[in-house]
C-alpha cells in the first residue's frame, strides 16, 4: 500500500481515531481523581451496598432493613436501581479478571460518562453534521460541569444515564426523519427510543427535562406547522411514548406504574402528544373512508369526551396542580424544607458581584461551569435563533428548547448545570464549524471569480478577499486552539492531584462502629452521614441521604407515646433533638428507636459546626446558633491566644471551641448569641452543643449520653460518637 492509498484509506476510516482519541481524552481527565475507594460523595456508598444486594442476595430485598429504622427502606417504591443494576451484571462479565468490585466502581464513572461522547456524537450529527458532532463530543469531555458529577469515583446516576439519554435522543430525532408508515421496518427506530427512554429514566430522575424537552418542542412545531404535520413525526411520539411507558412498568414496576403517563405533568405532556398525533392519523385514515366532516364529528366527541371524564374523575385539576408545583419550583425557585438546605439543589451565582457585566460573567457560575464554550454556545444560540425563525424546521425547535430547559434546570440547582451541559457543547461546537463553513464558502467564492473573470479589478478583489480570509482562517484556528485548551486545562487542573476517598476521619470511625458495636445496634446522625454508617459502619440509620423516610406518625411504632412523630419528615425530628435539652431531645428520638431496649449511638462530628444553620433551620425554630468567629495573626501567636481569651471573657462567651489554627488566622466556634434577641445563654444546654467539642460540651453533665469515641476528649476530635443510656 502506497502513501496515498493510506491516506485515503484513513480519510475513510478517521472517524473511529478521532472518536477513539476524544474517548481517551475524557478517560484521562476523569481517572485523575482516582483512590484507593469510591468517594465520600452520599450517593455513591448508596449504589455501593445495592451493588452488593446484587452480587450477594440475586436481588434487592422490597425492604432495605439498614435504612429509615425502624420501618426500613422501600427501594423498589422510593428509588432508581437502574444504575447498580447496570453496575452488578457489568461487574459479573468481568470479575474473570480479577477486578475487585471497589476498583471497577472506582473507574466506571470516568469509563462510561468518557463513552456518552459517542451518542452525543450521533445526536449532533443527526441535528447539525459530522464536524458539528465531533467538536460537541469533544467539548463533553472537557466542559467543567461535565467533569464534577462524573470523575473517577464519583457513582451517582449522570453516569449512565447520560449514555441512555443520548441515545434515546439521537434515535428519536432519527426516527423523525425516517419513519415511513408504509414500511413497518422503519418503526424499529421510534421503539428503541422509548426503551432507552424508559432506561433513561429508571437510570436518573432529572430524566423529566428530557422528556420537557421533546414535548415542548413537539408542542411548538405542532402549532407553527399543524396543517402540514408529517404523520412520521407523529408515528415517532406515539411509539416512543409506548414503548417508553412499557419499558418503564416493566424494570421497575412499583416505581413507574403506567397511571403516571395520565396522572403525573411530565408524563401527560407526552400522553397528550401522542393523542393529538393519534387523532390526527386516525383522521386521515377516517376522511378517506368516511369523508372529512363525519370524520371531525367522531373524532370531536371523542374527545369531548375524554376531557369530560377527565375532569370529572379528577385527574385533570391534579394535572393542573402538577404544572403549578413545576413553576413553582423550577420558574420562581421555590425551595422545599431539606431542599433549601442541600447544596446541591441551592440556586447558583450565574452572575458574579461587582465590576462590569464581562467581569460578572467572568466571576460567576456559568463561566466556572462552561469557561469560554459558554461565549460560543451564546453566539451559536442567537444564529440557530435567526435560522429557526426562517426555518421553522424541528432540529432548530428541539436545540434550541434544549438549551432554555438546561438554562431553566441549572438555575433551580446548581447540580443541573450537567442538564445544560450537552446543548452547550452542541452549541459550541457548531458556531465553530458555521464560521468554518462560511469562510470556506467565501473562499470559494472568491476562488470562482479568479478562475472565470478576466476583468483586473474584480480579480483584485477577489486576491485581496483571498488575503484576508487566510487571515481570518488562522484566527479561527488560533480560536479554536484557545476554546479547546481553556477548558482543558481547567478540567485537569480541578481533578489532577484529587484522589477522592472517604474522609480518613470518618473512615476510622465507620471502621470503630463496624468493630465495636452491637450488630443490631441503630446510629441517630444527621441526614448526611446515613450512607456511610450503612455501607462502611454496616449498621441501622434512622436518617440519610435520600431523605424519604416513611414516617412513624400514628403507627404502632409511636403506639401509648407522648410525642408519636413529626407529621412532615424525619428530618425535622432529628434536628429538634440536636436542637433541644437533653430530656426533651429524647422525646424526639424515641419514636423512631426504644433506645432502652435497642443498642443506640449518636454520632457527631466537627462538620456540625458549619451545619448547625441547616438543622436549627429544618428544626422550625431549634433556636440554636453556632458561630464561626476569626481572629487575625500578628506573628506572636502567645499574643493572638491572649487577645483572644480576652474577646471571649469580654464578651461573656460561656460556650466555645478550642482555637483553630486556619493557617492565615486564627477560628473559634461560638454559641450563646441569638442573631435578633441578643445572648441566651440556654443555648450551650442545647444537646447539640453538648456534644460538640467545644469548653462545654464532650457530653459533660448529660446523664442519658456518654462519649465512647474516642475513648477520650482531647483537641478537636474530628468524630465523637456517644451511646445512648
Known sequence: MNLAEAAEKYRKHRLIPLLLGIFLLGFSIRYLAAGPRIGPELDTWFHYRIVNYILDLGHVPAIDPLAYYPTGRPVWQTDLLGLPFFIAYTYKLISFTGITLMDYMVAFPAIVTSLAAIPLYLLTKELFNKKTGLMAALFWQIIPSTLTRTHAGFIDKETLASVYIFLWLWLFIKSINTVDEKNKRTFITPVLAGIFM??????????????????????????????????????????????????????????????????SFIFLSLSGLSLLYGILIAHRYLKERVGEKNSKNALGLAALLAFSGAWISGYLPRILSGVVGFVSDKILLKKTLIGATVSENLRPNLLGSGGNFLTRIMTGDLYSHFNVVFFLASLGFIVLLLQAIKKRDYSSIFILVFVISGFLGMRSDVRLSFVLTPSIAMLGGYVLVYSGSLLQAKEAGALKILARSKKQKARYRAETELSNLKIAKLVLVVIVFGVIASPTVASFGMLNGRSVDVPTPWYQAMMWINDNTPQDSVIVSWWDYGYWIQALGKRRTIV?????????????????????????????????????????????????????????????????????????????????????????????????LADINKFISTNGIEAFSQVLNMGSYWQIWVTGFNPTEGADPEMKNKLLAKLLPMNTGFGQGLKHFELVYPEKAGYMPYVLIYKVK
Open 198 to 263: 424508559g432506561f433513561s429514566q429508571w437510570t436518573w430522575g432529572g430524566t423529566t427535562y428530557f422528556i420537557l424537552v421533546i414535548s415542548t418542542s413537539a408542542i411548538i412545531y405542532t402549532v407553527l406547522k399543524f396543517r402540514d404535520i408529517e404523520s412520521s413525526f407523529g408515528y415517532s411520539i406515539i411509539l416512543m411514548t409506548v414503548f417508553g411507558a412499557l419499558t418503564m412498568k416493566l424494570v421497575q414496576p412499583a416505581r413507574f406504574p403506567l397511571s403516571a403517563y395520565y396522572t
Open 544 to 640: 440519610d441521604g435520600g431523605n424519604a423516610g416513611p414516617l412513624v406518625y400514628n403507627t404502632n411504632y409511636t403506639e401509648g407515646l407522648e410525642y408519636r412523630g413529626s407529621t412532615e419528615h424525619r428530618d425535622v425530628d432529628i434536628a429538634r433533638m440536636f436542637t433541644s435539652p437533653e430530656d426533651e431531645a429524647l422525646k424526639y428520638l424515641r419514636p423512631y428507636v426504644d433506645y432502652e431496649k435497642v443498642p443506640t449511638y449518636v454520632i457527631v462530628s466537627y462538620e456540625e459546626f458549619g451545619k448547625s444553620g441547616a438543622i436549627n433551620h429544618i428544626s422550625q425554630g431549634g433556636d440554636l446558633f453556632i458561630f464561626p468567629q476569626t481572629f487575625s495573626k500578628s506573628g506572636d501567636d502567645a499574643k493572638d
